[in-house]
């Protein structure tokens, strides 16, 4: 099954560099489309960053939105990336006993995303 994910944001070039310079993703300006859109090639997925169509939850809300998590070989050295680059922690690394290393982070553009190292002795 292939998956393909949309990020929103208020600041097209912001949220780019931001991902850019966390995960090393690649973007790509997509012509021909209504809003300000650019491909994401992850080296293992493909997703999209928009401009985002309306105005974002206000702070401290239950997100609206469908929550992504990415797989990081460490936790804590992307943590601190995220953290670097103006990212904020939403909620702090925690065990999943047994599967890994969770936590969730806000981007430059108050998006949630989720980061996770698998480890079977998490816990």
């Not at 780019?16 to 995960?23: K, L, S, T």
């Not at 994401?40 to 999209?48: P, S």
């Not at 050295?77 to 065990?95: E, S």
Request: proline share 7%; charged share 25%; glycine share 12%.
């Amino acid at each position: 099954m292939a998956v393909y994910f949309e990020i929103q944001a208020d600041r097209i070039d912001r949220a780019e560099r931001f991902y850019a310079d966390v995960f090393g993703w690649k973007f790509s300006k997509a012509a021909g489309t209504p809003v300000e859109y650019r491909r994401i090639e992850t080296g293992d997925g493909r997703g999209g960053l928009l401009k985002r169509p309306a105005p974002a939850p206000p702070s401290h809300s239950g997100t609206n939105a469908y929550v992504c998590s990415f797989e990081v070989n460490d936790f804590d050295v992307m943590a601190d990336a995220i953290l670097k680059r103006g990212g904020m922690t939403a909620l702090p690394k925690f065990a999943v006993p047994g599967v890994c290393w969770q936590g969730y982070f806000v981007d430059t553009e108050g998006n949630t995303f989720g980061i996770f190292q698998p480890d079977p002795k998490a816990g």
